[in-house]
């Protein structure tokens, strides 16, 4: 079974950037994966930032970019805000066709 | 504003049965390949299957934990998905998300809603 995986927890200062990473158990990232982003703060229901690697999601700040940094898929904020403090999640589609969910990783602001 | 509104969670109890549905405006939901989405408490997201476009041949995939007691289904004159879960075990206790699909990621999401299986 493949694992998609995630750093459990980052933390970047008001303005910096940060990159966040995605990864497979097994293999390596590549755009045939499709890696898309999510964000979800707590209680709500998750929002579209990235899909098909890089493109962004319809009224996405641009301090928000995807891309594939080496084996794995990346998200990175450039400029962070502190209304970026949530918890992100990728989603790889694998060859059966399904996509697979990243377990998170929780981003602080501080 | 396209949105999709989910309904009928609840608390039922383990072996028991409940329906979702999922109801799109201002949206071409006959277009749309649609998708369920479940994020068990403190739990990350969790795919659980999904349903093609009829012109696409409405054909349906699970995910493995649900696969036979779980059926999606779609009623495109009413722009209403449907989620049918039979035999439900505690695990199934989550938020339940539909979503429609785009370009190989999930684009517009619903605002979820809560089955909590338990005696």
């Known amino acids: 079974q493949t694992v998609v995986t995630q750093e459990p927890s980052f933390s970047v200062s008001p303005g910096g950037t940060v990159t966040l990473t995605c990864g497979l158990s097994s293999g390596s990232v590549s755009t045939s994966n499709y890696p898309s982003w999510y964000q979800q703060t707590p209680g709500q229901a998750p929002r579209t930032l990235i899909y098909?690697?890089?493109t962004r999601s319809s009224g996405v700040p641009d301090r928000f970019s995807g891309s594939i940094l080496g084996n794995k898929a990346a998200l990175t904020i450039t400029g962070a805000q502190a209304d970026d403090e949530s918890e992100y999640f990728c989603l790889l589609y694998m060859g059966s066709g399904m996509g697979v969910f990243g377990g998170g990783t929780k981003l602080t602001v501080l | 504003e396209v949105q999709l509104v989910e309904s009928g969670g609840g608390l039922v109890k383990p072996g028991g049965s409940l329906r979702l549905s999922c109801a799109a405006s201002?949206?071409?939901?006959?277009?749309?390949?649609m998708s369920w989405v479940r994020q068990a408490p403190g739990k990350g997201l969790e795919w659980v299957g999904r349903i093609k476009s009829i012109t696409d041949g409405g054909t349906t995939e699970y995910a493995a934990p649900v696969k036979g007691r779980f059926t999606i289904s779609r009623d495109d004159s009413k722009n209403t998905l449907y989620l049918q879960m039979n035999s439900l075990k505690t695990e199934d206790t989550a938020v339940y998300y539909c979503?429609?699909?785009?370009?190989?990621?999930?684009?517009?999401w619903g605002q979820g809603t809560t089955v909590t299986v338990s005696s």
């Open positions: 201002e949206f071409i939901f006959s277009n749309a390949w």
């Open positions: 098909s690697t890089n």
């Open positions: 979503a429609s699909e785009w370009s190989y990621a999930f684009d517009i």
